[in-house]
């Protein structure tokens, strides 16, 4: 990140702080913190100046290196932070999504965090269709489409006046660029109910992969204050990335879907070569893993997969457990609020006694197997 690149954020930091509000922002409790977001901005707004007279360009990696109080300034996109999650990793813990992702499965239940860049969701169930939206556009992208409001998503700009306008929170945007030091800020809040639970911070998406820069800031940022890290991820990303954020990483929760190479490129986008290249490679390196199979209907719940995924499972040097994930229709509605169809409109959750079967598969190999996350 270059030196204009900084100056670009302190201008922003300096807008937001004394000139704008900030806007609402969709699937994150970012209402709740938004006044807590200003004051870390305020307070690092000084050093940030100070440290445009320090250097004029320096790699992304050493922004982000133990001591450099820079690294405060890496920002990426988030489009979710959980508060008191238990089922992404142990104890009680803060989930941060990443948004940005390189596979699109079918069943994906977070579609909201594929693209890189935000979005606009709209909730019709909750539109009142009192046109505050439509004069406050200043693109002419929402319009009425008989009895309805519609949006023409190639003419909004994610300006957000519609957001503001809207009296029922039914217009959101989905993302929101944040600091090293703002994700932490809302990280550091909770590190007592960590300490109690044996529980810390997971990373999650999306792909938190795909942000590496401010994957790695954010990790060496809670080694420093010693809060247990997990990251969940597909796996599909250069080893190299892996390589330069593992040693900061006491957890990876690792999916697995598929062990057909044509079918995983069918049903997720990808090949599933890389993916399993990294497991191995994790697993070589005798890295804490938790597999985690998600259960698909139809896609991935036949025996032979489930027996290829058992072989390969239990031929890894080091693996900690295989969790299965039964699919579930959480994230259906999302698609609605992002105007997309669902790939999977017709499948149904797979019953108890199939799931119990497969869970008997995988420990016939010898593996420790736990059903929900």
């Not at 982000?64 to 089922?87: M, Q, R, W």
């Not at 990294?278 to 804490?288: M, P, T, V």
């Not at 259960?295 to 058992?310: A, F, L, Q, T």
């Not at 457990?321 to 992002?338: F, T």
């Amino acid at each position: 990140m270059a030196v204009n690149g900084f100056r670009d954020r302190i201008e922003r930091i300096q807008a937001q702080t004394g000139q704008r509000k900030p806007r609402r922002m969709s699937g994150c409790p970012f209402n709740s913190f938004r006044q807590s977001v200003e004051s870390v901005d305020s307070m690092h707004l000084l050093f940030a100046q100070k440290c445009l007279k320090l250097r004029s360009e320096s790699p992304a990696d050493d922004y982000a290196s133990p001591g450099n109080e820079v690294a405060i300034l890496i920002t990426g996109i988030v489009f979710d932070l959980k508060k008191f999650s238990i089922h992404d990793g142990p104890g009680i813990r803060t989930t941060v999504f990443f948004k940005g992702c390189p596979l699109s499965c079918w069943w994906c239940h977070n579609p909201e965090g594929q693209a890189s860049e935000p979005e606009l969701t709209f909730r019709a169930n909750r539109c009142i269709q009192c046109e505050a939206c439509l004069s406050a556009c200043t693109q002419n992208a929402i319009f009425w489409d008989g009895d309805v409001i519609s949006t023409d998503r190639e003419k909004c700009t994610l300006c957000g006046a519609c957001v503001e306008a809207c009296y029922t929170e039914a217009r959101e945007i989905v993302g929101q660029e944040m600091t090293v030091a703002q994700v932490m800020a809302e990280i550091e809040r909770d590190i007592a109910f960590y300490d109690e639970s044996g529980g810390g911070v997971t990373f999650s998406g999306g792909e938190p992969l795909s942000q590496r820069g401010f994957l790695l800031a954010l990790l060496r940022a809670c080694r420093e204050k010693e809060i247990h890290t997990t990251v969940d991820t597909c796996g599909f990303s250069p080893w190299e990335t892996l390589d330069s954020i593992r040693e900061y990483v006491d957890l990876f929760l690792y999916d697995l879907k598929l062990m057909d190479e044509a079918r995983h490129r069918k049903f997720t986008g990808v090949s599933n070569e890389l993916i399993l290249e990294n497991l191995q490679a994790l697993s070589r390196r005798g890295h804490n893993i938790v597999l985690r199979v998600p259960i698909i209907p139809r896609i991935n719940d036949d025996e032979e997969n489930i027996c290829r995924i058992g072989t390969f499972a239990a031929a890894l040097p080091h693996l900690n457990r295989v969790d299965i994930l039964p699919y579930h229709h959480a994230g259906v509605e999302k698609y609605n609020r992002l105007n997309r169809a669902y790939g999977l409109p017709e499948t149904r959750p797979p019953s108890d006694e199939q799931i119990a079967g497969l869970a008997r598969i995988l420990r016939g190999f010898g593996l420790q197997v736990k059903i929900g996350g």
